[in-house]
């Protein structure tokens, strides 16, 4: 069955000790003392006993709406972005309404809205006609009076392109044209040079999804929010799948982690950015290969192999003997995903100098690799 060899697969993958985890844009750099001090005390108070409350704690839910920026707004806690995706899709979408993303995407939220009957619309952007990026121009022609979603993901995984303010007042000016919700999934909007919030632009029906996963390295934790207006959270809190309140000792945290965010940051993006030159100055060393988003505002980049024949999952079998993991592209799409794989940097810089050293030779490798193997 298909979901026991996926489950089997990563279950390798998370019993490998030595593994170097450069494939899921997870953040691997040693976390803040106030940080893990706070969960360890949380665990020492055997706080975790209690259910924590249902929407999240209210220091928790008032500084994610301070840290966004987000006026009037209200903010649910989740079980990780993922949980409160699932959530808007089976409570926004019906059957027959249309939900409109890009190609790629994070591919997750396509599938929550086609189980519930809803059809999904993909719009292109991969490609330099594209400019790897979501025109409003495009999109407005794309839509039509059954939209009921515009699920934006900006900046975008795994291209790493991110929306202008004009983009995002213009998207947003053809969702309310529409009386369509904007999810804006800003996963990774710490790591862009310049980010703007849909919600600021269109609050009425915008949901704003972040997550602490990866600015903070929390993935294992699994800690994020949905913000909107009141009305909005009034819905989404009459039945969600948390209602007996997210992880506790995530939650605290996440509360330490949010209070030393300016000083965090300066790190994190300091040791991403910096990997993320590494791999570029490699790359242009190795014939067929390129970069096409530079620089990417997430904690990733996209390596395209096209011109090097090789296929993306070779490269990824032939990293993988050397406990390299890297994320080929049809994890994301379909159509694209046999032009690229993609690789995380906000990790420990030895990682990527590993990477660096042995990409040549992986892609000479993978020539020859007939079977590639099976990855998820």
Known sequence: MDFERRNQHFDRLVNQPDLRWLGQNTNHIVTHPDVRDAMIECIREEAF????????????????????GLTNASSLITDGAISGLYHLCHTLCNAGDEFIT?????????????SVGSTVKQIPIYGDEYAYRLSPERLKESVSDKTKIIYLVDPNNPLGTCCTREEIQEIAAI????????IHDCTYRDFAYDHHLAASYY?????????????????GLRIGSLVAIPEIIEQLSSAPPNNLGSNIVAQRGAIAGLKIKSE???????????????????????PGLSVPVSPSNGNF???????????????CASLAKHKIMVRHGTYHTEEFGDR????????????????????????????DIADDGEFF
């Open 264 to 286: 965090w940051l300066e790190t994190v993006l300091s040791v991403t950015r910096g990997n993320q030159d590494l791999i570029l100055k490699t790359v242009e060393k190795v």
């Open 203 to 219: 609050p009425e029906r915008t949901v704003t999804v972040w997550s602490f996963s990866k600015w903070l390295g929390f993935a």
């Open 49 to 68: 006993h209690i259910y924590a409350p249902p929407a999240g704690l209210e220091e928790l839910r008032s500084l994610v709406v301070k840290d966004l």
């Open 102 to 114: 890009t190609d790629p995407t994070w591919p997750w939220p396509m599938k929550f809205a086609t």
């Open 301 to 315: 980049l996209i390596i395209q192999c096209t011109e090097a024949n090789v296929t993306p999952k070779a490269i």
């Open 340 to 367: 690229f794989i993609k690789v995380s940097t906000s990790t420990p810089t030895e990682w990527v100098e590993e990477f660096c050293e042995l990409l040549p030779e992986s892609v000479e490798e993978a020539k």
């Open 175 to 182: 969702a309310r044209s529409l009386n369509a919700y904007l």
